[in-house]
């Protein structure tokens, strides 16, 4: 079982995981701005939401850091996986989206 590292810069791509394995999306996010990623689509037959994790960066307090959501895999198939970074309280179109196709075997 691994821990499949994914980064914004992979956004729109495909990945592969094999049941059990971990998938680790990580995410600029500045939470003290209001703006915070959420999941829009997962299937959760496929993937098991594990974590869902904020960690600071380097920099001054409430500056920046990255949000990392942790899935397993759990059964065979095909799913989007799909983020927004949004304000919980705007009804705006999201500031930012993120996709990835996940194929679990």
Request: avoid cysteine; glycine fraction near 10%.
């Amino acid at each position: 079982m691994a821990e499949i590292a994914i980064a914004e810069s992979q956004n729109g791509q495909s990945v592969s995981a094999k049941s059990g394995d971990t998938l680790a999306i990580t995410l600029p996010e500045n939470p003290t701005t209001g703006y915070r990623w959420t999941v829009t689509q997962a299937d959760s037959r496929l993937l098991k939401s594990a974590s869902d994790d904020f960690s600071q960066g380097g920099g001054a307090v409430g500056g920046g850091g990255a949000r990392t959501f942790r899935f397993t895999a759990a059964d065979t198939g095909e799913t989007s996986l799909s983020f927004a970074l949004a304000r919980s309280w705007e009804s705006a179109t999201p500031r930012q989206q993120f996709n990835i196709q996940v194929r679990v075997q």
